[in-house]
């Protein structure tokens, strides 16, 4: 296997690894000098999973995210653009909504705010308890979410232990 030459060439096996271009692979172009550019930005290129990006996952949580079951999705911004260009700004909003969550550890309705991707996950992993004791809750800073999540937790200990599976 021959070795990248130019700076496209690293580029793209850059791409093809998964790995992010830098603004300067991207002004370098081709040429003599290019390579030497490229050389240098490949050992700076860094590993964000192409999932994360553009995917409605922000670095930065607003006060509404914080305090709601949301699963890393966040509000986004940008632009509406007609046919003659004319941009205009415009908000994505998650798909959330409050619902009522039966908590069996303790033993009635929880009411928090959750998306859809929430919803599901809730349903995958067997319950809210589990869910919010899991690593799947991204992202919550509000006190009543964490003290709930103390309570459940409490309330889990309190609870004896599951049978065995499949014994008597």
């Known amino acids: 296997q021959r070795r990248p030459q130019?700076?496209?060439e690293i580029a793209?096996?850059?791409?093809?690894?998964?790995?992010r271009r830098t603004a300067s692979l991207v002004r370098a172009?081709?040429?003599?000098s290019a390579c030497a550019a490229a050389a240098a930005a490949a050992t700076r290129t860094t590993t964000t999973p192409w999932a994360w990006r553009g995917r409605g996952f922000a670095k930065h949580a607003s006060n509404r995210a914080k305090r709601s079951l949301w699963g890393g999705k966040d509000v986004r911004f940008g632009?509406?653009?007609?046919?003659?260009?004319?941009?205009?700004?415009?908000?994505?909003?998650p798909n959330s909504m409050f619902k009522r969550l039966w908590s069996d550890a303790?033993?009635?309705f929880v009411r928090v705010?959750?998306?859809?991707?929430?919803?599901?996950?809730i349903d995958k992993v067997g319950?809210?308890?589990?869910y919010l004791l899991s690593r799947h809750v991204k992202g919550v800073e509000d006190p009543k979410l964490?003290?709930?999540?103390?309570?459940?937790?409490?309330a889990r200990r309190a609870l004896p232990p599951p049978p065995p599976p499949g014994g008597e």
């Open 6 to 8: 130019c700076g496209m």
């Open 12 to 19: 793209a096996a850059g791409l093809r690894l998964g790995l």
């Open 29 to 32: 172009g081709p040429g003599p």
């Open 79 to 93: 632009n509406m653009v007609s046919h003659s260009e004319r941009k205009t700004r415009r908000t994505w909003h």
């Open 106 to 108: 303790l033993g009635h």
């Open 113 to 121: 705010s959750v998306t859809a991707r929430v919803l599901r996950t």
């Open 127 to 130: 319950g809210v308890d589990e």
């Open 146 to 154: 964490c003290r709930l999540v103390d309570r459940v937790r409490t």
